[in-house]
């Protein structure tokens, strides 16, 4: 009853978003970000559906379209990488023609719930994994193709960076076929040096929290760190202190079920303490600098502002586009341990896999599922490493290829290895939407000169989480 009961809710309020919006947000979305007519010959090609798996190719001349979603075809390096997949594949495949759908990161998944809702939707539909829940809960009959008998057999399960965090209520509904990302701490070796601070000496909060101490002069800083109604107010701090001390923000156990009001974590004496310590290295050491967007504190760091920046592997990319004379200045070094009571924890980041579904509305199934299954391979591999993210396939990330060519980004891939425990994602239910908006709303009142008490922000947010799973 409770999961109808919640199922009931989301369809409501989508559906409230859904005549708001009308329905012609497929034409919209493809204005978005789909190539204008002289470049769309790349972003819309015509290839053939897979019958051969080993190579692509098809025995038929039967002419079908496939539609693709994504978040990240606004992005140059993603449009660029998106294309050039697109364009390999024609090759083999003259007889499909793959049209690609989206619009900016903050207008995308409103585009997605009303597209749903239409019976609309793209054949492809590219999220995080933690999107799947939601998505796939509005229809009661499920959105999304159960991919098990798909992927069965192909050896891909073990070899896809967060391919297990693919699963809901037993059926595989996505593929980590193209990239992912977690973070490391980038540093100016140039600033560094002239404080007198090895970074390789960083090697727990307190380690960073000294060395960082080192910049602070009025009106300076270390790092700068978001503080708004951007998401980052509460990933930055959960990926960095939060979640590696007390293994999940939001539930026990590395964020998994059961996903019950008595397993919430929020205010578990862990969480209080790292909210504390993050609000202390903001506004009592004045390590870091209030901004309202992450682009802010990346341009901090690009004009040598400040000497360090958190970040993925997508930031190497960018600082090159940015000013290539800046990467002979630029290292990096993996999230530092925690030690909390006398015990080290050690670093257990997000994983930020991006993940792509078959809509059950496809009519082509079979090929939709060819195309997405070459992406893994090493040949699509090599193309989805330009969009600067570490590609899925761990088989090619670890490759000599791999590491001569992405040397600085290879770095992260180490660090998961040796340095990180297991990467920790949030929970992929549907309620994550409300609970994210909980959290953020606390984070808000804590991180930002507003200075909220800690320990009462965080029992109001384990209160309005539990009620939010006890519906």
Same mark, same amino acid.
């Given at each position: 009853?409770?999961?109808?009961?919640?199922?009931?809710?989301?369809?409501?309020?989508?559906? +409230?978003?859904?005549?708001?919006?009308?329905?012609?947000?497929?034409?919209?979305?493809?204005?978005?970000?789909?190539?204008?007519?002289?470049?769309?010959?790349?972003?819309?090609?015509?290839?053939?559906?897979?019958?051969?798996?080993?190579?692509?190719?098809?025995?038929?001349?039967?002419?079908?379209?496939?539609?693709?979603?994504?978040?990240?075809?606004?992005?140059?390096?993603?449009?660029?990488?998106?294309?050039?997949? +697109?364009?390999?594949? $024609?090759?083999? $495949?003259? %007889?499909?023609?793959?049209?690609?759908?989206?619009?900016?990161?903050?207008?995308?998944?409103?585009?997605?719930?009303?597209?749903?809702?239409?019976?609309?939707?793209?054949?492809?539909?590219?999220?995080?994994?933690? $999107?799947?829940?939601?998505?796939?809960?509005?229809?009661?009959?499920?959105?999304?193709?159960?991919?098990?008998?798909?992927?069965?057999?192909?050896?891909?399960?073990?070899?896809?960076?967060?391919?297990?965090? *693919?699963?809901?209520? %037993?059926?595989?509904?996505?593929?980590?076929?193209?990239?992912?990302?977690?973070?490391?701490?980038?540093?100016?070796?140039?600033?560094?040096?002239?404080?007198?601070?090895?970074?390789?000496?960083?090697?727990?909060?307190?380690?960073?929290? %000294?060395? *960082?101490?080192?910049?602070?002069?009025?009106?300076?800083?270390?790092?700068?760190?978001?503080?708004?109604?951007?998401?980052?107010?509460?990933?930055?701090? $959960?990926?960095?202190?939060?979640?590696?001390?007390?293994?999940?923000?939001?539930?026990?156990?590395?964020?998994?079920?059961?996903?019950?009001?008595?397993?919430?974590?929020?205010? *578990?004496?862990?969480?209080?303490?790292?909210?504390?310590?993050?609000?202390?290295?903001?506004?009592?050491?004045?390590?870091?600098?209030?901004?309202?967007?992450?682009?802010?504190?990346?341009?901090?760091?690009?004009?040598?502002?400040?000497?360090?920046?958190?970040?993925?592997?997508?930031?190497?990319?960018?600082?090159?586009?940015?000013?290539?004379?800046?990467?002979?200045?630029?290292?990096?070094?993996?999230?530092?341990?925690?030690?909390?009571?006398?015990?080290?924890?050690?670093?257990?980041?997000?994983?930020?896999?991006?993940?792509?579904?078959?809509?059950?509305?496809?009519?082509?199934?079979?090929?939709?599922?060819?195309?997405?299954?070459?992406?893994?391979?090493?040949?699509?591999?090599?193309?989805?490493?330009?969009?600067?993210?570490?590609?899925?396939?761990?088989?090619?990330?670890?490759?000599?290829?791999?590491?001569?060519?992405?040397?600085?980004?290879?770095?992260?891939?180490?660090?998961?290895?040796?340095?990180?425990?297991?990467?920790?994602?949030?929970?992929? +239910?549907?309620?994550?939407?409300?609970?994210?908006?909980?959290?953020?709303?606390?984070?808000?009142?804590?991180?930002?000169?507003?200075?909220?008490?800690?320990?009462?922000?965080?029992?109001?947010?384990?209160?309005?989480?539990?009620?939010?799973?006890?519906?």
């Amino acid at each position: 009853m409770k999961k109808l009961k919640s199922v009931f809710l989301i369809m409501f309020s989508l559906m +409230i978003i859904f005549t708001m919006t009308a329905c012609g947000k497929k034409s919209e979305s493809t204005d978005a970000s789909k190539k204008d007519s002289d470049s769309a010959d790349s972003s819309e090609t015509e290839v053939s559906p897979g019958k051969d798996t080993s190579s692509g190719t098809s025995d038929t001349d039967e002419k079908i379209t496939l539609s693709f979603s994504t978040s990240v075809y606004v992005e140059e390096p993603h449009q660029k990488a998106i294309d050039g997949l +697109i364009a390999a594949y $024609n090759k083999k $495949n003259p %007889n499909v023609t793959i049209e690609i759908y989206g619009a900016g990161y903050d207008g995308y998944w409103d585009n997605i719930t009303t597209e749903i809702l239409a019976n609309n939707e793209s054949d492809m539909i590219q999220v995080y994994p933690e $999107n799947i829940s939601t998505y796939q809960a509005i229809r009661p009959e499920g959105t999304f193709i159960d991919l098990t008998p798909y992927i069965q057999g192909t050896g891909l399960e073990d070899k896809l960076v967060g391919q297990e965090l *693919c699963s809901v209520d %037993n059926q595989v509904l996505a593929i980590s076929n193209y990239a992912w990302g977690t973070t490391g701490i980038f540093y100016r070796k140039s600033l560094l040096k002239e404080a007198g601070v090895d970074p390789e000496s960083i090697k727990t909060q307190e380690d960073f929290r %000294n060395a *960082c101490k080192k910049f602070v002069k009025e009106g300076k800083h270390a790092m700068g760190v978001v503080s708004g109604t951007h998401a980052f107010t509460i990933s930055e701090w $959960n990926r960095l202190i939060a979640r590696p001390v007390s293994g999940g923000l939001y539930f026990k156990n590395n964020e998994s079920g059961p996903y019950t009001a008595e397993n919430v974590n929020v205010n *578990c004496p862990e969480n209080v303490w790292a909210a504390k310590w993050w609000q202390d290295f903001i506004l009592k050491d004045k390590a870091a600098k209030l901004v309202p967007d992450k682009k802010d504190s990346r341009e901090m760091f690009w004009n040598n502002e400040v000497p360090f920046n958190m970040d993925g592997p997508w930031f190497v990319g960018m600082t090159r586009e940015r000013d290539e004379s800046l990467m002979d200045d630029i290292g990096i070094i993996p999230q530092f341990d925690i030690v909390y009571e006398g015990k080290n924890y050690k670093p257990n980041p997000t994983n930020y896999p991006l993940v792509t579904m078959i809509s059950k509305n496809c009519k082509h199934p079979d090929e939709a599922w060819e195309f997405l299954k070459w992406m893994a391979s090493d040949e699509a591999q090599a193309i989805i490493a330009e969009c600067g993210m570490i590609p899925s396939n761990i088989d090619y990330s670890t490759s000599e290829e791999y590491i001569q060519n992405h040397s600085l980004e290879y770095q992260i891939v180490d660090f998961m290895k040796n340095n990180y425990t297991d990467l920790i994602a949030d929970p992929n +239910i549907p309620q994550l939407g409300e609970l994210s908006q909980i959290m953020l709303d606390v984070g808000q009142a804590m991180f930002s000169e507003q200075a909220a008490d800690v320990q009462t922000e965080m029992n109001k947010a384990q209160k309005a989480i539990e009620e939010v799973m006890s519906r």
